[in-house]
Nanobody, 127 residues
């Protein structure tokens, strides 16, 4: 089974940028569609961004559209979340998720669509 480890979280000021990384181990990374979710303290987990297995399709939550960019580097078995213009409301634990799929051009937006989850990395944005 593939394992996911997130990194790159931290404490930043509003307006700053941060790049999260999710490193995958085991199996073929290119066979997995990938996604990012987040969970603010005391709130439900919510969808952030997703990318298809092939990388040619991406989907973003309305709250992050235009500010966040999801990308993947299959040679490095890593998916990234570039976060720009961060706001205090972006504060949350960010989770990376993977779904094995034969469909190369589909990105998945529902948490239940994913098979594997990372442990999460904390992002805190101060005002």
């Amino acid at each position: 089974q593939v394992q996911l480890v997130e990194s790159g979280g931290g404490l930043v000021q509003a307006g700053d940028s941060l790049r999260l990384s999710c490193a995958a181990s085991r199996l073929a990374f290119s066979s997995y569609a990938m996604g990012w979710f987040r969970q603010p303290t005391g709130k439900e987990r919510e969808f952030v961004a997703a990318i298809s297995r092939s990388g040619d399709s991406t989907v973003y939550a309305e709250s992050v559209k235009g500010r966040f960019t999801i990308s993947r580097d299959n040679a490095k078995n890593t998916v990234y979340l570039q976060m720009n213009s961060l706001k205090p409301e972006d504060t949350a634990v960010y989770y990376c998720a993977a779904r094995f799929t034969f469909r190369g051009s589909h990105a998945y937006t529902e948490g239940n669509d994913y098979n594997v989850w990372g442990q999460g990395t904390q992002v805190t944005v101060s005002s």
